[in-house]
């Protein structure tokens, strides 16, 4: 059978890695495809022709519409990241009758909804294994792997620049900027690395998520976003002494009322194996009713780990071409016209435990001000923690861990405890999830 022919959008990090891991394991990849996939048209404004071998043989120019119009390509990949010209490429690609396959989970998040739609008129497939969590195969044991089950919930480390800082900070005490810096070196951070430390990158890789699991249409939009940037260092060794680690996670869960999609800074008991995911590594924990947890872990960011999930896409892209639409995975798993119109929860109405650090004067009384304000709201104490002051200090830092309360009940109460006159300043607020089956 005559090979795929495939156009490259981007020849950067992923799109260089997705480049040599075609070309080294082509042999391995046309056996599974059953056809050669070849890359012989690509778009890039600057690249290093010494990292890719062989990259002579193919045309390449810095008009990413020359190949999406280009009439010998099958397959367009695009790997240039952003929203736009992205989305435009894209839908160009699919207008043009060309089958997508795009790690950008920024476009799929935002635009997803439009493009699928559009995919689906044209009969064409849009593939984007490599837009959550690198090199794990998230999408594909959603899509096809669980899909017996009905999904309760889905917890993941899902930012590999988030959890390679939060790592190096608490096992080397090492500067915030310092790390961040690092992580740009590596090619794990977006462009814009506000993306991975605020939560926005996660918040488009959980909307995703969600989407996969319930069957709801993406909403990006409505995904609570907290980042890393707030996370202190004290914070990270109180959680430690209470016997949890702070991760970022990514939480979806669905629930009688409607779907949680939420993104924040998490202690978690630290004997989960979610907790001990360290350094770039990603890991994605699915609560189902069939086979109950399962978790998912590997390289959620890097040039190779990408283009793995890349490139399997393009098989399984490759391998379908010939198949009837109708007979195809659908997109965002469920049959587009059997979609849920399940309300996204505002964060009040969500469901937590908390870990809160305060800072109270030493003075007689002070502790039990702020029981009572927790105890009138109905919010529960697990574990109090309580630091002697510094010499020649007049507060003391008090830490509490409380039981599962409504997130709307947890925020009076903190602004009563903030009221009171023996309390210095902001409360901080960290959630915490026990991840138990
Ligand atoms: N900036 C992302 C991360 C890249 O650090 O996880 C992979 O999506």
């Known amino acids: 059978m005559k090979p795929v022919k495939v156009g490259l959008l981007g020849l950067g990090t992923v799109g260089g890695g997705t480049f040599n891991v075609l070309r080294r394991n082509a042999g391995e990849i046309a056996r599974r495809a059953g056809r050669g996939i070849e890359i012989s048209h690509a778009a890039a404004r600057e690249y290093d022709p010494a990292g890719l071998p062989g990259i002579e043989t193919v045309t390449v120019s810095d008009d990413a519409f020359a190949v999406v119009d280009d009439p010998e390509i099958d397959i367009v990949v695009e790997l240039i990241g952003g929203y736009e010209p992205a989305r435009e490429l ?4 699919i207008a043009n009758g060309k089958h997508v396959v795009t790690a950008n989970k920024a476009l799929i998040a935002t635009h997803g909804n439009e493009i699928f739609a559009a995919a689906q008129r044209q009969g064409v497939m849009v593939a984007f294994e490599a837009a959550v969590a690198g090199g794990i195969p998230i999408i594909k044991a959603l899509r096809e792997g669980l899909s017996a089950n009905r999904i309760r919930w889905i917890a993941g480390i899902i930012n590999g620049t988030g959890n390679f800082i939060l790592t190096e900070m608490r096992d080397k005490g090492r500067d915030f900027a310092d790390v961040l810096a690092e992580a740009q070196r590596l090619g794990y951070a977006e462009a814009d690395p506000t993306f991975d430390v605020e939560g926005i990158d996660a918040a488009h890789k959980l909307a ?10 993406l909403q990006f939009d409505k995904v609570y976003t907290e980042g890393i940037s707030h996370v202190t260092r004290e914070d990270v060794g109180y959680a430690e002494e209470l016997g949890y680690r ?3 996670l990514g939480i979806t869960r669905r629930s009688g009322a409607g779907v949680e999609l939420r993104v924040h800074p998490t202690l978690i008991p630290e004997r989960r194996l979610i907790a001990n995911v360290d350094g770039v590594m990603n890991a994605v924990l699915v609560n189902a009713d069939a086979v109950g947890p399962t978790l998912y872990y590997g390289a959620g960011a890097g040039s190779e780990p990408t283009a793995s999930a890349g490139g399997a896409a393009l098989v399984d892209v490759a391998r379908t071409l010939t198949a009837d639409p109708e007979n195809r995975v659908p997109h965002l798993a469920f049959q587009p016209d059997s979609l849920s119109d399940l309300e996204i929860l505002p964060m009040e109405a969500v469901e937590t435990a908390y870990y809160l650090r305060l800072c109270a004067r030493d003075q007689p009384g002070v502790m039990a ?11 529960s104490i697990e574990a109090i923690l309580q630091k002697e002051p ?9 830490i509490l861990l409380t039981r599962a309360v409504r997130e709307g009940q947890m925020n009076s109460a903190i602004q009563n405890i903030e009221a009171l006159d023996a309390i210095d300043g902001e409360v901080t607020r960290i959630r915490v999830e026990h991840l138990a089956s």
């Open 246 to 248: 702070i991760k970022h």
């Open 390 to 398: 510094q010499q020649g200090e007049q507060a003391v830092t008090v």
């Open 208 to 217: 995703i998520l969600g989407s996969l699991a319930f069957g709801i249409p």
């Open 90 to 93: 894209v839908l160009k690609a």
């Open 369 to 379: 001000e702020i029981t009572r304000i927790l105890g009138d709201a109905g919010i």
